[in-house]
């Protein structure tokens, strides 16, 4: 199984990025599918989650969209007014067929990974 991450880079703030991850050796149209973000000298964090429903902290809520395509076996997160918080390295997962919606913000929720992709937001 593989999941491969693409689509980050460097942006001016307010700008906007798209992420795509395409997963491979495998479906997971029916588990929840994240995103997460590691910045320097900090932990892995939430960034988003879709199993049924969408799922955001509040830190990106109405500025990021998750959405998947199930017949391409593809997560996307769209990035719209980024700020310099937001830089850090992007990672997708899938979670293990198990959790449940109320799990999808943790990280222990997920048994599978992407490489990252740097996403950097100038000022």
């Known amino acids: 199984v593989q999941l491969q991450a693409s689509g980050g880079g460097l942006v001016q703030a307010g700008g906007s990025l798209r992420l795509s991850c395409a997963a491979s050796g495998r479906t997971f149209s029916t588990q929840a599918m994240g995103w997460f973000r590691q910045a320097p000298g900090k932990e892995r964090e939430f960034v988003a989650a879709?199993?049924?429903?969408?799922y955001y902290p509040d830190s990106v809520v109405g500025r990021f969209t998750i959405s998947r395509d199930n017949a391409k076996n593809t997560v996307y997160l769209q990035m719209n007014n980024l700020i310099p918080e937001d830089t850090a390295v992007y990672y997708c997962?899938?979670?293990?067929?198990?959790?449940?919606?109320?799990?999808?913000?943790?990280?222990?929720?997920?048994?599978?990974w992407g490489q990252g992709t740097q996403v950097t937001v100038s000022s």
């Open positions: 997962a899938a979670a293990r067929s198990y959790c449940s919606d109320y799990r999808v913000y943790d990280v222990s929720c997920y048994n599978y």
């Open positions: 879709i199993k049924w429903s969408a």
